[in-house]
């Protein structure tokens, strides 16, 4: 049975610019590891101070940047998933009482 809806609710616009997104991923995965690789091995080369505190500073900050990319993919596949006209309801069943060790594990298609 398909349930179809009449109201069009204004597109939602992502948490980040595509712009933003990819710079913060790049960043994520790339630079801010580099960049705490390069302060040690050079710290470690010319006696830099703070290393420990600088890497971890550069953690943190790696940390939340990666949590906002993160967040902003959920956000964006939530958006685009939701923003659908019309959707098929799941019918629930109900599982044999087979014991967990003969129990099939079943991946989920969605």
Known sequence: MSVS?????????P?????SYTTL???????????????????QIWHLP???QVMASIAALNTAVGTLVGVSTLTYNKTRSTSALSFEPRRLTRR????SST????????
């Open 5 to 13: 809806s009449h109201h069009h609710a204004p597109a939602k616009q």
């Open 50 to 52: 703070h290393t420990e």
């Open 96 to 99: 044999s009482t087979r014991s």
């Open 25 to 43: 991923k790049h960043s994520a995965a790339i630079a801010l590891p580099a960049l705490s690789a390069l302060y040690f091995a050079l710290s």
């Open 15 to 19: 948490l980040l610019s595509d712009r």
């Open 103 to 110: 129990r099939t594990r079943r991946r989920s298609t969605r």
